[in-house]
């Protein structure tokens, strides 16, 4: 029964109703009814039935129905949320709160959890919404941070991740850190997936914290923490995890000068990933190879490179995951920049012309993105990256027609980096100035 004239009906019988079983069933079937109102998008007729049953039992406990005042607050809110108006939805959630916080049946515990939670995640997405955000967190972990079932110490150890996200986002990193090391002291020795998932990602983002406020030798020791706890897991997520610091602990042992370390470390990940079945794993092991090329290139080993940059193209060439595509379609350009580098320019323009006919809005795409990621990096080699990647998403648009828009991706790279205190990009402007004025000149012929 789910149109609102029959439950209409049904309130107006449980409003003369004075058998408490019976009003239970009746209340019981009420909200059946607003569930299903809402599942056919009729959010205004879902609540006011809510409300009606909220009007009649919201504050008894009915024997045979002890949960249904809860579970109407429950379906309002939801509703609200549906219909955008997020505000009332979140006073009704505190409205939850306050008539049902002291009760200990695990049932409504849980769904308290999961309000607070959404109420945080909201206020996390707004503006200004972090110190709102932390306060909600707080709230759950003060209010279950002793629980001992399963579902509530995921709760709460999901509350102090999102708790250290929103520190982060108001800059407060090292209180941030703080959390991390609760969520990492509280869950450590925690079997269970959801748990050790938790204490993984609180890890990980310690070690990427710390690196952004320039304590590497903490963020190492970070790396080899997690390692040690989770470096042989078999869960993919964990694995996923896993290659990720790997790749984190290779680059901070760069920084740190200890490039054998590093090399090491690197030959250890690249040897996980090969074979892996995970599409992010894939896509890891892909960027692993690309960047080891880029290195190559950077030192002008262009024999190798080449050799790495055709590894990529033949392992995954069949691909049909987007992402994996467009590392394809970015081996495919960089070898025709390697094989203009050892003089085989007929060579580079077959690879160059094959990768525009199989991936040429792909590799627009993927040439852009790489230019989002390092385009204003401080490191040169990453720059060069970005504006390699601009010049040959400009040297796609024109193999495609599009000359017009290959003008002004010439001109806005120039006018973005021409005055670049790197060398290496002030050759690749000039490049791309040539590449100006032939467009320019077969336009004028």
């Known amino acids: 029964m789910s149109e609102p004239e029959d ?11 004075r058998d408490p079983a019976k009003r239970g069933d009746l209340a019981r079937e009420l909200l059946v009814g607003a569930a299903a109102l809402r599942e056919g998008g009729r959010h ?15 504050g008894v406990r009915l024997p045979s ?35 049902w916080g002291a009760d200990r049946a695990l ?20 503006p200004d919404g972090g110190e709102r955000a932390i306060a909600v967190f707080d709230e759950l972990v003060e209010r279950f941070g002793g629980a001992g079932e399963l579902e509530l110490r995921e709760k709460v150890a999901s509350a102090l991740a999102w708790k250290a996200m929103a520190l982060q986002r108001i800059g407060r990193r090292a209180e941030a850190d703080d959390v991390y090391d609760e969520l990492v002291a509280g869950f450590g020795d925690a079997v269970e997936p959801a748990l050790s998932s938790q204490v993984a990602f609180a890890l990980e983002h310690k070690a990427s914290n710390l690196i952004r406020l320039n304590r590497n030798d903490e963020a190492l020791e970070t790396c080899d923490e997690l390692l040690v706890r989770f470096g042989e897991a078999a869960p993919a997520d964990l694995r996923e995890v896993g290659a990720r610091v790997l790749k984190t602990k290779a680059h901070l042992l760069g920084l740190s000068g200890r490039h054998d370390e590093a090399i090491v470390v690197s030959a250890a990940l690249l040897a996980r990933l090969d074979g892996e079945e995970s599409p992010r794993l894939r896509v890891l092991l892909a960027e692993m190879l690309l960047s080891s090329a880029a290195e190559l290139v950077a030192d002008e080993r262009w024999e190798e490179a080449l050799e790495v940059f055709d590894g990529v193209v033949a392992r995954f060439e069949d691909a049909v995951d987007p992402a994996l595509r467009e590392r394809v379609a970015l081996a495919l350009s960089n070898s025709a920049v390697a094989l203009v580098a050892l003089g085989r320019d007929d060579d580079a323009a077959a690879t160059h012309k094959d990768m525009v006919e ?11 993105d790489l230019a989002r990621k390092h385009g204003d990096s401080e490191d040169p080699s990453l720059r060069r990256r970005a504006v390699g990647a601009l010049l040959n998403r400009a040297g796609i648009l024109h193999e495609l027609d599009r000359r017009d828009e290959a003008l002004a991706a010439l001109s806005g790279l120039i006018e973005r980096y021409e005055d670049d205190g790197d060398e290496g990009v002030r050759e690749l402007v000039d490049q791309a100035r040539v590449q100006q004025g032939l467009l320019e000149d077969r336009e004028d012929g």
């Open 44 to 58: 205004e007729a879902a609540i006011g039935v809510a409300e009606g049953v909220l009007e009649e039992v919201g």
């Open 358 to 368: 199989r991936f040429g809005d792909e590799g627009i795409a993927s040439f852009e």
């Open 107 to 126: 049932h409504v515990r849980v769904k308290l959890a999961d309000a607070l939670a959404f109420k945080g995640h909201l206020v996390f997405r707004g």
């Open 65 to 99: 129905e002890p949960f249904v005042g809860f579970d109407a607050l429950m379906i309002k809110a939801a509703n609200l949320f549906d219909l955008g108006r997020t505000d009332e939805g979140l006073a009704v959630y505190d409205e939850l709160v306050e008539a």
């Open 7 to 17: 439950l209409e009906r049904l309130l107006g019988a449980l409003a003369a109703e």
